[in-house]
């Protein structure tokens, strides 16, 4: 029933490692989308897929690389992760389009390099 | 990019009361969602409201476009309701995010 789902939901790892983020969204949207909240609670987008295509590239290291396998699914991969990649990553998803646009959020992974 | 700013910051209030959250945006969007963090961190939709008004239960809404504002009314304030409230405003596919305001809610 979960409209938007991510995994893991806990991540706790060693700087240096590459871990990804999987989320997967049974809505039927055709766009996709990765936030990173910071320890002040600031949310801010980082990417986002319309279609299987990259459409927003926010300045974003060039460590984190999403990929977009179909529709419903949009990975995150985050390569020799850093201490201030420590944080709350969120995906979402909405129908673009004739849609009303509005997005619907997953449950958030929590990240914490050590 | 576009400014969001909400206010207040912090909001404390008796379980009971009634209050008032505001988001300002610098520019013309697309379209304006509220969102509920509760204190597990879930981003909860609450109104999507590009403009008008909407009311779902003890919660309503209102965005006046062409002044670049939106209210949130929280009335009969209970404990459940405590977490942070954030303004998010959609202009070309980006969701631009307020920094919230942190509603605190004592029995």
């Known amino acids: 029933d979960t409209a938007v789902s991510q995994t893991p939901k806990y991540l706790v790892t060693q700087m240096g490692n590459d871990k990804s983020i999987k989320c997967e969204q049974n809505?039927?949207?055709?766009?996709m989308y990765w936030y990173k909240q910071d320890s002040k609670k600031f949310l801010k987008i980082m990417f986002s897929y319309n279609n299987k295509e990259l459409i927003i590239n926010e300045t974003v290291p060039n460590r984190f690389s999403p990929k977009s396998p179909d529709k419903a699914h949009l990975n995150l991969h985050i390569n020799s992760l850093e201490l201030g990649d420590s944080a709350v990553y969120f995906c979402?998803?909405?129908?673009?389009?004739?849609?009303?646009?509005?997005?619907?959020f997953g449950p958030g992974t929590r990240l914490t390099v050590t | 990019g576009i400014q969001v700013e909400q206010s207040p910051p912090d909001l404390i209030l008796q379980e009971g009361a009634n209050s008032t959250l505001r988001c300002n945006f610098s520019d013309s969007v697309n379209n304006l969602q509220w969102f509920h963090q509760n204190p597990w961190g879930q981003l909860i939709n609450l109104f999507y409201i590009p403009s008008g008004t909407k009311q779902n239960g003890r919660l309503s809404a209102t965005t006046v476009a062409t002044e670049r504002y939106s209210l949130l009314y929280i009335s009969s304030s209970q404990t459940t309701d405590s977490g942070v409230y954030f303004c998010a405003v959609l202009n070309d596919y980006k969701l631009s995010f307020g920094a919230g305001t942190t509603v605190t809610v004592r029995a």
């Open positions: 809505l039927g949207h055709d766009t």
């Open positions: 979402a998803s909405s129908q673009a389009g004739q849609g009303s646009h509005e997005q619907y």
